[in-house]
């Protein structure tokens, strides 16, 4: 069965940066599963990915237009740190959810200086040309009720 619009799709994937550190490794757990052809995962695999099928491999350099997108520098705010309301140590690395207008963003401490806290609402991977190493692992109608949802349900989980 070939990876078309309205099946399900899992895959095993490496993903390394530009530099070739891997970033991610599906390899030591399961694989990624997706409903194609609604946008979930970025269009660049997306993309790579119609038309295959099981046991499918390949290699794919995605560019960050066609991933997260480029760096937006005005997501980059100094805020002060009386906006951490029950945080007690605001500390580089930490990563909260905030309210934006286009939903919800996962923001990243960038820097603390003094009671000033940089943050960054890009995505940690924006900006980054991507390489994927892919293989399909299973690939089967999605059912009414992804289709309505918009997403796949793995065994027993049905949110
Ligand atoms: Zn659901």
């Known amino acids: 069965m070939n990876i078309e619009k309205d099946r399900a ?5 490496t993903l ?21 052809g609604h946008s979930v995962i970025i269009p660049g695999l997306e993309r790579e990915l119609e038309g ?10 995605v560019e960050p237009a066609q991933a997260y997108g480029d760096r937006d520098e005005e997501l980059v705010q100094e805020v002060p740190d009386s906006l951490f309301e029950g945080v007690e140590d605001v500390e580089v690395g930490m990563q909260f959810r905030a309210q934006a207008e286009e939903g919800e963003r996962l923001v990243t ?25 892919v293989e399909v692992t299973e690939v089967r109608p999605a059912t009414e009720e992804e289709l309505r949802h918009g997403h796949i349900h793995g065994e027993g989980d049905s949110h």
């Open 16 to 36: 390394t940066d530009a530099s070739g550190d891997t970033i991610e490794d599906s390899r030591s757990g399961e694989p990624l599963g997706y409903l194609h």
């Open 9 to 13: 799709v899992f895959f095993h994937y």
């Open 109 to 133: 401490v960038t820097d603390v200086e003094g009671d000033q806290v940089t943050i960054d609402a890009n995505h940690p991977l924006a900006g980054e040309r991507l390489h994927f190493d």
């Open 52 to 61: 295959k099928s099981v046991g499918d491999q390949f290699e794919v350099t």
